[in-house]
């Protein structure tokens, strides 16, 4: 066969097959699905450090340390594993007095050593007692205080599941209205999941900071394509 004659049977069934799959890619429907699973948190994360000033960097870094060094033998006699206390960071900065001319160029009066610890507590129930403790052990910095999910997986498998039955509700009602029947699932694309995590509230009490968690929310969207019979 010459090879002109080949590239026009090839073209002639590229042609004759154009319809058939635009009709399998326009003949579906496509929805949007969306899952929510809410759950008690089980952990909690914050940072916790202390900061502390002095006239000498020396002497800053030198408070600092043994300031860190007394939060850390009153974390681990709280019970926090080695395992969820993690050094972040150290910062050393030095103090200025205010300028009093533009062109001053003066030397430091201070400076301040901080530093922070990111910590785990994997009880919940304990939250506001370990609050009390890192006062008590002399932190004067606490930040970023969130209730999350030690294995969040099988709460995001269930919002999967839930995101699925949702996709395929709509389409069949779309199907039903339209007067078509519902085929197999051509494509699955999920759209990410997101975990809402909600802020701690303090309350004053009697003993101890009272810490309300509240319950967390996983979502996860899908996109589904069903196929028209």
């Known amino acids: 066969m010459r090879p002109w004659r080949a590239a026009a049977l090839v073209l002639a069934a590229m042609v004759l097959a154009a319809p058939a799959a635009a009709d399998s890619l326009t003949r579906g429907i496509t929805v949007q699905g969306e899952g929510r699973i809410a759950a008690?948190?089980?952990?909690?994360?914050?940072?916790?450090?202390?900061?502390?000033?002095?006239?000498?960097?020396?002497a800053a870094?030198?408070?600092?340390?043994?300031?860190?060094?007394?939060?850390?033998?009153?974390?681990?006699?709280?019970?926090?594993?080695?395992?969820?206390?993690?050094?972040?960071?150290?910062r050393l900065q030095p103090i200025f007095a205010r300028r009093k001319r533009q062109d001053d160029n003066p030397a430091p009066i201070?400076?301040?050593?901080?530093?922070?610890?990111?910590?785990?507590?994997?009880?919940?129930?304990r939250a506001g007692d370990l609050l009390d403790r890192l006062?008590?052990?002399?932190?004067?910095?606490?930040?970023?205080?969130?209730?999350?999910?030690?294995?969040?997986?099988?709460?995001?498998?269930?919002?999967?599941?839930?995101?699925?039955?949702?996709?395929?509700?709509?389409?069949?009602?779309?199907?039903?209205?339209?007067?078509?029947?519902?085929?197999?699932?051509?494509?699955?694309?999920?759209?990410?999941?997101m975990v809402q995590m909600r802020e701690f509230r303090a309350m004053a009490a009697d003993r101890g900071a009272a810490i309300a968690p509240g319950e967390n929310e996983i979502r996860i969207g899908v996109t589904v394509v069903f196929a028209i019979e």
Do not use: C, W
Not at 61 to 86: C, P, S, V, Y
Not at 141 to 162: V, Y
């Open 40 to 58: 008690r948190p089980d952990m909690v994360l914050l940072h916790a450090g202390v900061s502390h000033q002095a006239p000498t960097a020396k």
């Open 61 to 90: 870094l030198a408070g600092h340390t043994a300031g860190m060094a007394k939060l850390l033998a009153a974390l681990k006699d709280f019970g926090l594993a080695d395992r969820d206390i993690q050094t972040r960071q150290i």
């Open 110 to 125: 201070a400076f301040r050593a901080s530093g922070d610890l990111r910590l785990r507590l994997r009880q919940v129930d």
């Open 135 to 193: 006062a008590a052990a002399g932190s004067n910095t606490l930040s970023g205080l969130q209730f999350t999910f030690a294995e969040p997986r099988a709460l995001q498998d269930r919002a999967r599941q839930t995101a699925i039955a949702d996709a395929r509700r709509r389409a069949e009602l779309y199907a039903r209205e339209a007067g078509v029947s519902l085929g197999p699932v051509l494509q699955i694309r999920e759209g990410g999941g």
